[in-house]
């Protein structure tokens, strides 16, 4: 049975092949044949895929019981490796397509270093002896979905397609990494066998969430994605007996798929020729959209839709008929119009016929006038009664004809679009020409004077003025109407002829697509059919599969080959050179009973430094001359007793931070959950006046702040909402929405959480809410509740709070808020510590590379190093080794972001609450580790705050202390000389306090201000290149195979999807830029200012009097506020650039993806550069105010100190003076400063 199904599927497969390799397909042709060739072999494949150290390997390692590769925590892939049993020998594919196989077993650390070299190796072939694999069945270990290497995409896709089932591994805590989902998407999508392996469950407890809520919420994340698997295994490699341990089903069930493996197979197979088919189809379809567009082109061109052509033809065929008889059926209507006006026209009234009659009578022969004389007589009375009748029939043929022709024929051309006012004119003045001699040319001889005989009369005449208003119109036909009718049909001839042409042209285009679509059709109903009914009388041949599988083998050697060498990769701990080798050395001690965070020892120099300074000040009381420096003195105590330090927690979901407070605070306070929680800003500081042990004040987003963040959100979504209703009313439509974007996704636990909780919200916004500890969960845990809460406040008594330590656990790297991105930058900038927590096995996110990057673009603002990177979970290493391998890995990465020598700490937040819990619970077994890891850190920890921070102050005290003796050694030498040098001192005095009042007044910054602009310049210049330089990088990662999906369909919202995720992010980057930048120019001020401040002492220390003034920069200058970034720049800016992509093959292989991006790049150019040019205008003007008023402030102080001291000096040199309290302050601060000098 199976055998026959075998040779269906090959003819099948070898029929669609053939058709493949005739459309000049081989890339689908070829990945036929490797089906081909699996069917034949009847190889089965068993792929396993996740994020680096999800466990890939080590369950590889489990479920065949034997160490199949080698392990690490770190990432070891690099490229695909395939396992199977044979001969021992490792066959390598070079990603230029030549093999080389190298007979002979191998050393794991060969293995591994060949694994991690993705560069020059696509894969790696394992073949084996020892493992218990049947014949035809391999195991696939791929790079990761970590990867956005072009190289490796492409090695991952060609292994997965050939595998039968797929084990995808997911960390307990990385469920709900967006890489993870949008990789299973992909995989989804192509029908494939997926079975999800949750690893390391062995991470769970019950007291933070119950396994089956858990469980509960990965189905639900599944959901979101729509994602359908075929199963899911909850597994623990380290407790194997865990209650909710799968592992030995997945054992099982692995033995049935391979048992069951050619049944399986079959059905994979088929689903991949399916899926390959359809790309195959839809690739032929984006081979033919380029001719296609250009007929679209043409149709949108014209803009005539397809359904209307028809419709076109016909009436271009209708206008060319009626153009073609237009000026004949022209002429016979306007000759009709004015033979209707010549009939109706009446021109013999009875006044007129009267005339006529009278004319009539004039011209019989019997007609006389007088006896006398009478021929001349009759004469004049004939010609005066044809000057009437004529008379008054010219008028009358005026008003009753020859008007109505001439207001006829401007209405005619008019009508006929061949009007102009010149015709107008020409019709209105011309006269027609009407003679006397017309009457007596109508009489006939031997008419009478009868009633008949006047009406023939009359109507021959009526008859012969109507003839000659008609010539007349007939002649304006001719002369004005016919020659512009001729042009007007011309012209019109001309725009039909033009119009048939882009019509025949439309009809072409027309039939073309259908031609196309028809072909198309036609190879997919041939595919179908031929798939349905394969012809099995065919002969296949089979002999290119040997042949291809010989084909690049073209090397085989032992292991000690040189290439072997050349292609093995040194350690990474080898290959950075700055990086220094983490040591261990803590853990190597044991651990027994680990002390208490070591804040007593600094706390206490501290408090005696303090209570000495504070006798200073009792000692200084009674010195005149050094009251200024007391009251700093003073001052500066204060703040110090009262120092309040400001811990900043950051990391990514998932990484441990509240588990990591948790421990350091010593009591589980913070709610803890493998599932990422909305961002709130948990804040936890010490007791006060207002706020008891254990209270929580929770502040609850106000409408304008929540209005804001789903106005970020909707842009996703490429929606508007202009008020909070409408944002709230909105969301079920974007819940609903399909094919949705990684980015679009991220938010939507967030929107579920909003639209439940709403209700809360319109109770409660904007107010303040005071809960206890133990309600705390409930408002931040709860998502109903938390995605509305902006900050929570926690006050709580512990060691920790008690030393004036307030710790923050930010909203994470990555937020879902963009507004979150401006407080982390606050956090770093202004808290005294950072702690940047990751976990032991993952890899740095996106959004940690984002917030690394920034680090290392300010570190160098801050006054020290402020930075400690934790490594969390550190319980899970497996060995010392393994340990510092890791810990040397993430100091690589960190190099990577400019971070040299960090403090590093490997720490287990767990045992580090069960050290301090109150049970003194025992700690779990474990292969090396006897203790948490935080002791060592806490001791560094409270060495920096309480040591190396409160230096900062208790120097600046110290300075000022010195300053005090110098000042108390002048005055005693001052009051020691006699009286009447004394009073020549005191004008020389006055001279003196004039001569320093004048040098700090006329003191100026004129050259530093102009430094300070062209520093501000070029760093502007340079944000500008690191921008563009960042567009560049990040463009592939987001116009990828992955991201633009024609199968998917709607290519187009895709591609603006991906725009948008691009815009957004050089948002992002381009505002973390200024914010640097303002810190970068902030520094640069600082250093400037403290010089001044250095200068001005030193030229007034130069006078007799010794005057000692010091004060101190601002602690923080004001920043130029910049709402936001790039707000005009839309997707719609760039739809000429969007026009580069064709279709997916042409964008990726034919390298269109950088001429789009090349295109982009020169409009990002015209959009952008001009508002970095505004940012530099703004930060300009802003800092070099800041630094005259900043200066004005100091020069102040130091006129109104030296004022003071040369009046204190002259008043004493006046007055008698106790010189031994003098002298013996002198002893108590030479004292101070001696002890200073042996602590310190």
């Known amino acids: 049975m199976i055998k026959k199904q075998h040779e269906i599927l090959l003819h099948q497969l070898e029929y669609v092949s053939r058709r493949m390799k005739e459309n000049d397909q081989m890339d689908y042709a070829n990945k036929l044949q490797d089906l081909m060739r699996k069917v034949f072999q009847q190889e089965f494949s068993i792929a396993f895929c996740g994020h680096f150290s999800a466990g890939k390997s080590s369950m590889m390692n489990e479920l065949f019981g034997e160490q199949i590769l080698p392990t690490s925590p770190i990432p070891t892939s690099a490229n695909v490796v395939e396992i199977r049993h044979g001969e021992n020998q490792v066959t390598l594919v070079l990603t230029n397509g030549e093999r080389y196989t190298f007979a002979g077993s191998y050393m794991d650390e060969d293995l591994r270093e060949l694994c991690k070299n993705g560069e020059d190796i696509m894969a790696v072939e394992v073949s084996k002896e020892s493992i218990s694999l049947p014949k035809g069945v391999s195991l696939l270990d791929t790079p990761g979905v970590d990867s956005t290497d072009d190289a490796h995409r492409l090695a991952t896709e060609s292994s997965l397609h050939m595998a039968d089932l797929i084990l995808f591994m997911m960390d307990y805590n990385h469920v709900q990494s967006e890489g993870n989902l949008q990789f299973l998407k992909g995989l989804a999508e192509r029908n494939k066998k997926i079975y999800i392996v949750i690893n390391q469950i062995d991470k769970h407890r019950d007291q933070e969430l119950s396994f089956i809520s858990y469980q509960q919420n990965v189905k639900q994340t599944f959901e979101n994605w729509d994602l359908q698997v075929e199963g899911i295994y909850y597994t623990s490699l380290r407790d194997i007996r865990h209650e909710h ?454 502040k609850v987003k106000s409408a304008e702040t929540l209005l804001a963040e789903l106005t970020a959100i909707y842009r996703l979504f490429h929606k508007e909402a202009s008020h909070l209703d409408q944002a709230i009313q909105k969301i079920p439509s974007l819940l609903e929405m399909k094919n949705m974007t990684p980015s679009q996704k991220t938010v939507i636990p967030f929107l579920q959480a909003l639209q439940e909780g709403i209700k809360w919200f319109t109770l409660h916004q904007g107010s303040e809410i005071q809960i206890s500890l133990e309600q705390m969960e409930e408002y931040v845990a709860n998502e109903k509740k938390s995605c509305f809460i902006e900050y929570a406040n926690l006050y709580y008594d512990c060691l920790l709070t008690r030393q004036g330590i307030t710790l923050v656990d930010t909203p994470g790297a990555d937020s879902v808020h963009s507004r979150h991105t401006g407080v982390a930058f606050d956090y770093i900038r202004n808290a005294d510590v950072i702690l940047f927590v990751t976990y032991y096995n993952h890899a740095f996110s996106k959004a940690d590379r984002e917030f690394l990057i920034q680090l290392g673009r300010v570190k160098d603002s801050f006054a020290m190093d402020k930075m400690f990177f934790i490594t969390n979970a550190a319980d899970l290493a497996r060995s010392k080794d393994e340990l510092a391998e890791v810990q040397t890995y993430l100091q690589h990465q960190l190099l990577k972001f400019g971070i040299r020598e960090p403090r590093m700490f490997a720490v287990s937040s767990l045992w580090g609450l069960l050290e301090k819990s109150k049970e003194q619970a025992e700690l779990p077994a474990h292969a090396f580790l006897m203790d948490s890891g935080f002791a060592p850190f806490e001791q560094a920890f409270a060495q920096f705050v309480h040591h190396d921070l409160m230096n900062l102050s208790l120097h600046s005290i110290h300075q000022d202390v010195r300053r005090a003796l110098q000042m108390t050694k002048q005055i005693i030498q001052t009051t020691q000389i006699g009286i009447e040098e004394k009073q020549n001192r005191q004008v020389e005095l006055e001279k003196e306090r004039v001569q320093v009042q004048q040098l700090i007044a006329t003191y100026e910054t004129g050259t530093d201000q102009q430094a300070l602009q062209q520093e501000i310049h070029e760093l502007f210049y340079y944000v500008q290149q690191r921008w563009f330089l960042r567009f560049q990088d990040e463009f592939p990662t987001i116009f990828h195979p992955g991201s633009l999906r024609e199968d998917l369909g709607d290519i187009k919202a895709q591609l603006q999807a991906c725009l948008l995720e691009l815009i957004q992010f050089l948002q992002h980057d381009l505002l973390q830029e200024y914010r640097a930048t303002t810190l970068r120019i902030e520094k640069w001020m600082r250093i400037r200012l403290e010089q001044h401040i250095r200068d001005i002492g030193e030229k007034v220390l130069a006078y007799p009097a010794g005057f000692q003034w010091s004060t101190e920069v601002t602690t923080a200058f004001s920043m130029p506020e910049l709402a936001g970034v790039m707000e005009n720049v839309d997707v719609s800016d760039f739809r000429k650039q969007m026009s580069h992509y064709r279709n997916a093959k042409a964008f990726f292989e034919k390298k269109e993806r950088f001429q789009m991006r090349e295109s982009m790049k020169q409009r990002l150019e015209e959009l952008v550069i001009p508002e970095i040019t505004v940012m530099e205008e703004k930060c300009g003007s802003h800092f070099q105010q800041v630094w005259q008023d900043e200066f004005h402030r100091l020069r102040a102080i130091a006129s109104k100190q030296s004022t003071e001291y040369y009046e204190e000096l002259q008043a004493m040199l006046s007055e008698n003076v106790d010189l031994d309290h003098y002298q013996q302050t002198e002893a108590v601060l030479e004292g101070f400063i001696q002890q200073w000098n042996d602590v310190f």
């Open 245 to 698: 341990n799968e592992l030995e089903s997945l054992k099982c069930d692995l033995h049935k798929w391979i048992e069951h493996r050619a049944e399986l197979s079959i059905q994979v197979v088929e689903a991949e020729a399916k899926y390959l088919i359809e790309q195959y189809l839809g690739q032929l379809a984006d081979d033919r959209q380029e001719e296609r567009n250009s007929w679209e082109q043409i149709i949108e061109g014209s803009g005539i839709s397809g359904d209307e052509v028809e419709r076109q033809v016909q009436q271009h065929r209708d206008k060319q008929a009626e153009l073609s008889g237009r000026l004949e059926e022209v002429e016979v209507s306007f000759i009709k119009g004015v033979d209707e006006i010549c009939k109706n026209a009446y021109l013999m009234p009875s006044e007129v016929r009267e005339l006529g009659r009278d004319y009539l009578e004039s011209l019989q022969p019997n007609f006389k006038v007088g006896f006398l004389f009478s021929a001349g007589k009759t004469h004049q009375e004939k010609q005066r009664r044809a000057q009437i009748f004529f008379t008054k029939l010219q008028e009358t043929v005026y008003t009753q004809l020859e008007l109505h022709i001439r207001n006829y024929t401007i209405q005619f051309c008019k009508q006929h679009g061949l009007f102009d006012e010149q015709m107008g004119q020409q019709i209105m003045s011309e006269k027609l020409e009407l003679k006397p001699s017309l009457l007596e040319g109508a009489y006939k001889a031997g008419t009478g004077l009868t009633g008949n005989a006047v009406l023939v009369y009359t109507e021959d005449v009526a008859n012969q003025m109507k003839r000659l208003v008609r010539n007349q119109a007939l002649r304006w036909q001719s002369e004005l109407i016919n020659p512009r009718l001729k042009e007007q049909i011309k012209t019109e001839q001309d725009q039909l002829d033009e119009e048939a042409s882009s019509l025949q042209q439309v009809v072409k285009a027309k039939d073309a697509l259908g031609q196309i679509d028809l072909e198309l059709m036609g190879e997919r109903e041939l595919l179908e059919q031929r798939w349905r009914e394969p012809n099995l009388e065919e002969t296949l041949d089979l002999s290119w599969i040997d042949e291809g599988r010989k084909q690049g083998t073209s090397h085989v050697s032992s292991s000690t080959d040189l290439l072997w060498q050349k292609l093995i990769k040194e350690d990474v701990s080898s290959t950075v050179k700055e990086a220094k080798p983490v040591r261990n050395e803590e853990h190597e001690e044991a651990r027994t009973t680990p002390k208490s965070i070591s804040f007593t020892d600094s706390s206490e120099r501290n408090r005696i430094f303090l209570e000495r300074v504070n006798e200073i000040e009792e000692s200084l009381q009674e010195i005149r001359g050094v009251q200024t420096v007391l009251a700093e003195i003073h001052s500066k105590r204060g703040r110090a007793e009262k120092k309040q330090f400001t811990v900043a927690l950051f990391g990514a979901f998932s990484a441990g931070k509240s588990s990591f407070a948790n421990a350091l605070i010593g009591a589980e306070i913070l709610p803890v959950s493998p599932q990422p929680m909305t961002a709130t800003i948990n804040q936890i500081g010490p007791p006060d006046d207002r706020n008891a042990h254990g209270q929580v004040r929770l």
